[in-house]
């Protein structure tokens, strides 16, 4: 069983950046991948980002490739998501997940826990 609990969401005008954290319980979080996924109102989840189990692999939608970064660090059982330049476009409730696998994955159906997510809104 792994709990995921986000934070570092918020209000931030268009430009501005943001830096979320998903701590996760447990000691085996390093052999989960991890993802960030987010949904705006009326709208499905979508992919956002995600990272295999060490690092070295990242994938990002196209929609926020070469503004968001995705990293985690395994000492600290925490992945992080970076986000620059955001626009009104990027305002959802962000949600990390955890998928029992080495390697990431874009499908949300494939992560087995779950975060109770964060907002984030992007409003001058």
């Known amino acids: 069983q792994v709990q995921l609990v986000e934070s570092g969401g918020g209000l931030v005008q268009p430009g501005g950046s943001l830096r979320l954290s998903c701590a996760a319980s447990?000691?085996?979080?390093?052999?989960?991948?991890m993802g960030w996924f987010r949904q705006a109102p009326g709208k499905e989840r979508e992919f956002v980002a995600a990272?295999?189990?060490?690092?070295?692999?990242?994938y990002y939608a196209d929609s926020v490739k070469g503004r968001f970064t995705i990293s985690r660090d395994n000492t600290r059982n925490t992945v992080y998501l970076e986000m620059r330049s955001l626009q009104p476009g990027d305002t959802a409730v962000y949600y990390c997940?955890?998928?029992?696998?080495?390697?990431?994955?874009?499908?949300?159906?494939?992560?087995?826990?779950w975060g109770q997510g964060t907002q984030v809104t992007v409003s001058s």
């Open positions: 997940a955890a998928d029992h696998s080495y390697s990431a994955s874009l499908y949300d159906t494939l992560y087995d826990y």
């Open positions: 447990g000691r085996t979080f390093s052999t989960y991948a």
């Open positions: 990272i295999n189990w060490s690092g070295s692999s990242t």
